[in-house]
């Protein structure tokens, strides 16, 4: 068997032309690590090598670990960055989660964009992350658990660990070989948390009865691992057949003809593209049992952190929206004759242009007016009165025009409407009222809408 060494040694072969940041803490694994590192750099001078220590503050002892690292990495001729964070509690989330995710953002922070980002995760870790995904009765992507090889947090950096395949035994006979100091955090023998009860009172007691079952627990990750990866195969050749007009629009046609089970990774495998948090069984049965290729469906359910909303056909994925319907911006004729004026409107809706149109008019959405002395308002109140676009001959709701023009239900509520006297001047992006059509009027008021890329 190739000693720690060689085998850390291959596992980092592919990045040594990148920046490599070593998640350290001072505990034994990252202890190791370090030493590992610090072979590395002797072989491969060359290698650009930083370690980062991210402060907590959850112990007493915490200043004193950070002085520690801060003299390992010293000792070792490696560059050491420390940041400290502030954990907020959130319902519903373990405080394992929260560290974890304070920690990630600090890697994001202080690491050029084509990092790699090196933990100390090792086998036995690997299996605390099976058994907690069992418990939590996860599918095959949850008892994929730990990646060796990653993307990290959407960018192009990458997390690896090294360390995967080697036990905590190893780690431990390493550092005693080595006489290496470390840390202990003594919140890890704190049995309230889930993986540390599976690693005093669970794993002793499989390890006892069958002494290899990390080992073969990892054998199990790698099969999911793999199951996953397939998976993901078949999903993403699916989710170019149901793609419509953009990556945030599904054919329901298409979705209707597969399969309920590849409907349902198709379905999952698109939301996590755009990071939304994955639905239950129910809202996913929820939303299947109303699918339907019917243009006149408005079906909309809550999928995360955004919404799966149903119309003519489509499914599409948009935030979560604020209720507009009481906002309002008044500005005065003149303030737009003597300068443009740019309107920052709510909820990531972007920003609306006025500008005094006196020439060159021709591409742009222009409305005219009498008088300079005139306020107008912008808003998103739908008009009670019938209206009259400069397409049509005859007045009609505005629900029916919204129906002619194919506006999706939400963006109807989303829509900037500009009035002058409580009178209806325009909807911007789709049509000004005929008695305000250009060069009708004294003045000439163009308006551009630029839409956020977000705003569903």
Same mark, same amino acid.
């Given at each position: 068997?190739?000693?720690?060494?060689?085998?850390?040694?291959?596992?980092?072969?592919?990045?040594?032309?990148?920046?490599?940041?070593?998640?350290?803490?001072?505990?034994?694994?990252?202890?190791?690590?370090?030493?590992?590192?610090?072979?590395?750099?002797?072989?491969?001078?060359?290698?650009?090598?930083?370690?980062?220590?991210?402060?907590?503050?959850?112990?007493?002892?915490?200043?004193?670990?950070?002085?520690?690292?801060?003299?390992?990495?010293?000792?070792?001729?490696?560059?050491?960055?420390?940041?400290?964070?502030?954990?907020?509690?959130?319902?519903?989330?373990?405080?394992e989660a929260i560290a974890r995710e304070a920690r990630y953002h600090v890697f994001d922070h202080i690491t050029p964009s084509n990092a790699v980002i090196v933990t100390g995760h090792h086998v036995n870790d690997q299996m605390e992350s099976f058994i907690l995904a069992l418990k939590r009765g996860s599918g095959v992507q949850g008892l994929?658990?730990?990646? %060796? *090889?990653?993307?990290? @947090?959407?960018? +192009?950096?990458?997390?690896?660990?090294?360390?995967?395949?080697?036990?905590? =035994? /190893?780690?431990?006979?390493?550092?005693?070989?080595?006489?290496?100091?470390?840390?202990?955090?003594?919140?890890?023998?704190?049995?309230?948390?889930?993986?540390?009860?599976?690693?005093?009172?669970?794993? %002793? *007691?499989?390890?006892? @009865?069958?002494? +290899?079952?990390?080992?073969?627990?990892?054998?199990?990750?790698?099969?999911? =691992? /793999?199951?996953?990866r397939l998976i993901d195969e078949i999903a993403k050749q699916d989710l170019a057949t149901c793609c419509a007009d953009n990556a945030k629009i599904l054919c329901i046609e298409a979705l209707l003809n597969l399969s309920t089970i590849r409907r349902k990774h198709v379905i999952r495998f698109f939301l996590a593209s755009h990071k939304i948090?994955?639905?239950?069984?129910?809202?996913?049965?929820?939303?299947?049992?109303?699918?339907?290729?019917?243009?006149?469906?408005?079906?909309?359910?809550?999928?995360?952190?955004?919404?799966?909303?149903?119309?003519?056909?489509?499914?599409?994925?948009?935030?979560?929206?604020?209720?507009?319907?009481?906002?309002?911006?008044?500005?005065?004729?003149?303030?737009?004759?003597?300068?443009?004026?740019?309107?920052?409107?709510?909820?990531?809706?972007?920003?609306?242009?006025?500008?005094?149109?006196?020439?060159?008019?021709?591409?742009?959405?222009?409305?005219?007016?009498?008088?300079?002395?005139?306020?107008?308002?912008?808003?998103?109140?739908?008009?009670?009165?019938?209206?009259?676009?400069?397409?049509?001959?005859?007045?009609?709701?505005?629900?029916?025009?919204?129906?002619?023009?194919?506006?999706?239900?939400?963006?109807?509520?989303?829509?900037?409407?500009?009035?002058?006297?409580?009178?209806?001047?325009?909807?911007?992006?789709?049509?000004?009222?005929?008695?305000?059509?250009?060069?009708?009027?004294?003045?000439?008021?163009?308006?551009?809408?630029?839409?956020?890329?977000?705003?569903?």
């Amino acid at each position: 068997m190739n000693s720690i060494f060689a085998q850390f040694q291959q596992q980092l072969l592919p990045f040594l032309e990148r920046p490599i940041c070593i998640a350290y803490s001072g505990g034994i694994d990252s202890q190791v690590l370090l030493h590992l590192f610090s072979r590395l750099k002797k072989a491969t001078p060359a290698v650009s090598i930083f370690a980062c220590h991210v402060n907590h503050g959850l112990s007493e002892h915490a200043g004193k670990w950070q002085n520690f690292a801060a003299k390992q990495c010293a000792l070792y001729g490696i560059t050491f960055n420390t940041e400290t964070v502030h954990l907020v509690k959130q319902p519903r989330q373990s405080l394992e989660a929260i560290a974890r995710e304070a920690r990630y953002h600090v890697f994001d922070h202080i690491t050029p964009s084509n990092a790699v980002i090196v933990t100390g995760h090792h086998v036995n870790d690997q299996m605390e992350s099976f058994i907690l995904a069992l418990k939590r009765g996860s599918g095959v992507q949850g008892l994929a658990a730990i990646q %060796p *090889i990653s993307q990290f @947090r959407s960018t +192009s950096k990458t997390l690896l660990r090294p360390l995967l395949a080697i036990s905590r =035994q /190893e780690i431990e006979h390493y550092a005693q070989e080595h006489q290496l100091p470390w840390v202990e955090d003594e919140s890890n023998s704190d049995q309230v948390f889930d993986r540390n009860f599976i690693r005093h009172q669970v794993a %002793p *007691i499989l390890e006892n @009865r069958w002494p +290899s079952i990390a080992q073969s627990i990892a054998r199990t990750v790698s099969h999911c =691992q /793999e199951t996953q990866r397939l998976i993901d195969e078949i999903a993403k050749q699916d989710l170019a057949t149901c793609c419509a007009d953009n990556a945030k629009i599904l054919c329901i046609e298409a979705l209707l003809n597969l399969s309920t089970i590849r409907r349902k990774h198709v379905i999952r495998f698109f939301l996590a593209s755009h990071k939304i948090t994955m639905p239950s069984e129910q809202q996913l049965q929820q939303l299947f049992a109303g699918l339907s290729i019917e243009s006149e469906s408005k079906r909309q359910i809550k999928v995360g952190n955004g919404w799966l909303r149903q119309y003519q056909g489509k499914l599409y994925l948009t935030q979560a929206f604020t209720e507009l319907q009481q906002w309002k911006h008044v500005i005065d004729v003149q303030k737009i004759i003597d300068s443009p004026i740019d309107i920052s409107l709510p909820d990531n809706l972007g920003t609306l242009k006025l500008s005094y149109c006196e020439s060159d008019c021709s591409t742009a959405q222009v409305f005219s007016i009498d008088k300079a002395t005139d306020q107008l308002i912008v808003s998103f109140a739908q008009p009670h009165e019938k209206v009259l676009p400069d397409y049509r001959q005859y007045r009609r709701e505005m629900k029916k025009l919204w129906q002619e023009l194919n506006v999706a239900p939400w963006q109807r509520k989303r829509t900037p409407m500009i009035y002058v006297d409580e009178q209806l001047i325009a909807v911007t992006k789709y049509f000004v009222c005929q008695p305000y059509v250009k060069d009708k009027h004294q003045l000439n008021i163009k308006v551009v809408w630029l839409e956020e890329t977000e705003s569903g």
